[in-house]
């Protein structure tokens, strides 16, 4: 099985197919990864266009589409212009939908993705590293094998002269605490390990270098979706033993996990259900019984 994939070349990467579920079948990425992490049901139903997540009720913004309008901001002009042509977008960001109406309450002029966008501004760092390269070092495409498995990536921002990547995220409050699974343990930590981005910087910097071969640093710039913003300058700096670590034990965990999951997508292995998610919540009608001390936090 690993040795046919790592004959075969997948198609090729373009603007147009990087997201389709076509592409998705052929190359894993981070994003698809972890929504197999989280639940191989409702990951696989995705994946076939079978169900869709419900959109965000009481007019709270859709997270991927107001990540996308800071993201596509700083990609430049044009890359925003066309960004807000896209029907969806449109829906989200403009009341009724339309653009002759106005931006909605996040999008205008006092809305939280202006105050992210201005607080971004003032972050001299992220100016330095971020925003001053051309626009062909922006939004780059990266693919790899890891273990003899395909993998695709895109570079929000890429510096091949100086070696070093970035990365821009949005997040809810930097210091909320975030619980994962150890084993049988909950442990809390910060949103960085908990939304996995040591294995998405450990996976970027690893395609980069099959892509480009070049070692590169990666930083990563974070802003909170709080009426006040708060921002945050990453560098996952590999000469800290605890990055290090938890750079590496993330990329032994894509090792570990990727052949099941592959599997599971060529239909060879059937998805499990997470239990918890929105699609078990949907899909699940008759329950086995369990025992009130199963139920898990
Ligand atoms: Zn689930």
Not at 118 to 126: E, P, V
Not at 170 to 182: E, L, M, R, S
Not at 220 to 234: I, T, W
């Amino acid at each position: 099985m690993v040795a046919a994939i790592k004959k075969k070349r997948p198609m090729k990467l373009t603007n147009d197919n990087y997201y389709s579920h076509d592409t998705d079948f052929q190359y894993l990425s981070k994003s698809v990864f972890a929504m197999f992490e989280n639940c191989e049901a409702s990951a696989m139903a995705q994946l076939k266009d079978e169900w869709k997540p419900q959109p965000k009720q009481n007019g709270q913004p859709d997270p991927l589409i107001f990540g996308n309008f800071i993201h596509s901001y700083f990609q430049g002009e044009e890359a925003h212009k066309d960004f807000l042509k896209d029907k969806d977008v449109q829906k989200e960001v403009y009341k009724y939908g339309n653009p002759e109406k106005g931006f909605k309450k996040a999008y205008s002029k006092s809305g939280e993705a202006t105050s992210i966008i201005d607080k971004l501004g003032l972050n001299g760092r992220f100016n330095y590293y971020y925003k001053p390269q051309q626009s062909e070092s922006k939004e780059i495409i990266v693919t790899g094998q890891i273990d003899g498995y395909w993998w695709k990536g895109k570079i929000d921002s890429l510096n091949l002269d100086k070696n070093y990547f970035c990365d821009l995220k949005t997040t809810k409050d930097i210091h909320a605490v975030n619980w994962i699974k150890d084993g049988d343990y909950n442990v809390k930590t910060n949103f960085v390990e908990a939304y996995g981005y040591y294995m998405q910087m450990a996976i970027y910097q690893e395609l980069i270098k099959q892509t480009f071969g070049k070692e590169c640093l990666p930083l990563m710039f974070v802003v909170s979706k709080q009426s006040v913003p708060e921002v945050a300058n990453l560098v996952f700096d590999r000469r800290d033993p605890d990055v290090n670590y938890l750079m590496n034990d993330a990329m032994d965990k894509v090792k570990e996990l990727q052949p099941h999951i592959w599997r599971v997508m060529m239909g060879e292995e059937k998805p499990e259900n997470c239990g918890k998610c929105e699609y078990c919540r949907y899909s699940i009608n008759d329950p086995e019984f369990i025992l009130p001390t199963e139920i898990e936090v």
